[in-house]
């Protein structure tokens, strides 16, 4: 990773240089159904652009949300009320590497479309790709294990879960992801995995509903809960939209590629990459970067997607009480805020969520 100037977010002293590693985060990653058709129709495709395989290359690591299994096997979960079943081909791990993935969480919504093989054949491809996964596994004791990432020179521990649905969880005898019911409160598993890492946690939760604007009142509650009990760093994903930034919450990461119908209003063909700044393995700083996700393809955004992306990101930042600066190339930049010793954000530092 190459060192650089980054202005420094919430104040007005100039730029600091920023020389720590750097961790970047993608939300929804669908490479099935259209997408999966044109890496099999053209055995060269691509579906992220050069700018943005540059951007990407300046993180030590890539993280993002694998939307749907990658194999050549299975039966579409037998769900009358399932609308959509995403399965990608074994190609599409190349894919993931050429971007420079590192891992993904597989605790969606997704990862069981075609049932268990097709799960057991996306764990292993990766496995054999070096791809870290989290969020999913053959048991329920596999799906929550909390994995170590390497970030550059630090270490971070990455936790995935998903409230939805009750029926992919995984249990002691059978493959599935990483359940937690967040309508009552955050289950204890997560708080026992948080509190035994020794190393900074990014939790990545598939919480909420789809096409929304904004965060739920249960999904800030658990938001609030998850830093409490001590994640650094909490970026979830599922509303297809990126939310804004509340403390260190990075509410909706956004889609990152996939071939859904547009909404002319909520824009989800508007996306983020979202590159996370770490001081001794701790986020710090974070940049967001606009793109623009056409069918099957994402690039960095421009002109007036990258306007439109500015506008409703430093929106949504202000609602929840974060500033956001122009760090420079059409960047956006947020200094996250400091940890008390107890692991909690001191106060002042970002909104109560709701009851």
């Not at 590192?102 to 605790?107: M, R, S």
């Amino acid at each position: 990773m190459t060192a650089r100037v980054l202005p420094t977010a919430g104040t007005t002293s100039g730029p600091v240089l920023d020389v720590g590693p750097v961790l970047a985060l993608g939300g929804d990653t669908m490479l099935g159904r259209g997408v999966g058709e044109r890496l099999r129709d053209d055995p060269v495709a691509q579906v992220f652009g050069p700018r943005l395989r540059e951007v990407a290359g300046e993180a030590d690591a890539v993280v993002v949300n694998l939307e749907c299994c990658i194999s050549e096997r299975g039966e579409r979960w037998p769900d009358p009320d399932k609308p959509y079943f995403f399965r990608a081909p074994p190609r599409a791990v190349k894919v993931l590497l050429d971007l420079g993935v590192d891992a993904v969480t597989l605790a969606n919504n997704h990862a069981l479309d075609f049932g268990f093989d097709a799960l057991a054949d996306t764990l292993d491809l990766l496995d054999r790709a070096g791809i870290t996964v989290v969020g999913a596994g053959a048991d329920v004791a596999s799906a929550r294990a909390p994995r170590t990432l390497h970030v550059g020179p630090s270490h971070v521990t990455l936790l995935g879960l998903a409230d939805y649905p009750a029926e992919f969880g995984a249990t002691p005898t059978r493959a599935g992801v990483a359940f937690a019911d967040l309508s009552g409160g955050v289950p204890e598993w997560v708080r026992i995995a948080l509190q035994r890492s020794d190393r900074p946690v990014v939790v990545m939760p598939h919480w909420g509903p789809n096409m929304v604007q904004e965060p739920t009142r249960i999904v800030r509650r658990a938001a609030r809960r998850l830093i409490e009990w001590g994640a650094d760093l909490v970026a979830g994903h599922s509303a297809h939209v990126f939310h804004g930034v509340e403390g260190r919450v990075l509410y909706d990461l956004g889609d990152l590629v996939d071939d859904y119908a547009r909404s002319p209003l909520l824009r989800n063909d508007i996306g983020m990459l979202w590159l996370v700044h770490l001081n001794g393995g701790v986020p710090e700083q974070l940049e967001a970067v606009p793109l623009r996700l056409d069918y099957a393809f994402t690039e960095v955004a421009d002109g007036g997607d990258a306007a439109w992306a500015r506008r409703r990101f430093t929106r949504a930042c202000a609602a929840l009480g974060t500033e956001v600066k122009d760090g420079g190339n059409g960047r956006l930049l947020m200094r996250l805020p400091e940890r008390s010793a107890s692991g909690a954000e001191p106060q002042g530092t970002r909104t109560a969520a709701p009851e």
